[in-house]
């Protein structure tokens, strides 16, 4: 395995700018989430996706945030018109379906966001 | 909501010392996972536990699924420098992916030399 890719690991943006940020799972893990993680705490689970359905949304911290995973490969997250609140580290993360590996989720090395 | 207490919050100990830490819920999950974060990384899965009572061990690390399902805890035998960083535990409460891990704020690991 190559691990869970993500890109890019940083940006700084200005507020109000779109951004967009983009996963590689691993390869043959059909399942992907979106986290966030803010100083001081433990990832904030936000989207999940099983192949190319998004089958769980409603986490997301508002209408600004969306994400797709068009052909049940890769995924992106977009944050529209971004606030300095959204200053955060962004990660992704891969499982495999199954019995026993249903909770073995693996993550990114994340994407940290600065808006300023 | 869900919301995993993690404790200690952090531990200051000597290199060769035993580590323990501890993670408990007010609601039962069906997956306990034990992750290691380094500064600016992402979380590192160490151990996954998928059973209530599960004793599992991953060199130096053990961790232990309680059977009341709401608690879970994390030993490090025979610290080393390397062992340094944040540990999060984080609990499941389905298999199907769609409840995501619900984490706890972390346990941060110094050792000194």
């Known amino acids: 395995d190559t691990g869970v890719s993500q890109n890019p690991r940083h940006k700084i943006t200005k507020r109000g700018q779109n951004v967009t940020f983009r996963c590689d799972p691993i390869?043959?893990?059909?399942?992907l989430y979106w986290y966030r993680q803010t100083l001081g705490q433990g990832p904030e689970f936000l989207t999940y996706f099983q192949n190319e359905a998004q089958l769980e949304k409603s986490r997301l911290l508002s209408d600004r945030f969306s994400a797709e995973r068009p052909k049940g490969s890769f995924s992106t997250l977009e944050i529209q018109r971004t606030e300095q609140g959204d200053s955060a580290m962004y990660l992704c993360?891969?499982?495999?379906?199954?019995?026993?590996?249903?909770?073995?989720?693996?993550f990114g090395e994340g994407s940290w966001l600065t808006v300023v | 909501g869900q919301q995993l207490n993690q404790s200690p919050q952090s531990m200051f100990i000597q290199e060769g010392e035993d580590v323990s830490m501890n993670c408990t819920s007010s609601?039962?999950?069906?997956?306990w996972l034990w992750y290691k974060q380094d500064p600016g990384e992402g979380p590192v899965l160490l151990i996954a536990l998928y059973k209530a009572g599960e004793l599992t061990s991953n060199g130096r690390l053990t961790a232990q699924f309680g059977i009341t399902r709401k608690d879970s805890f994390l030993n490090i035998s025979a610290s080393i420098p390397s062992d340094v960083g944040i540990y999060f535990c984080?609990?499941?409460?389905?298999?199907?992916?769609?409840?995501?891990?619900?984490f706890g704020k972390g346990t941060h690991l110094i050792i000194q030399p």
């Open positions: 984080a609990g499941q409460l389905g298999g199907g992916g769609a409840d995501g891990l619900t």
């Open positions: 390869s043959e893990h059909n399942r």
């Open positions: 993360a891969s499982s495999r379906q199954g019995v026993r590996s249903a909770g073995a989720i693996y």
């Open positions: 609601s039962i999950f069906n997956t």
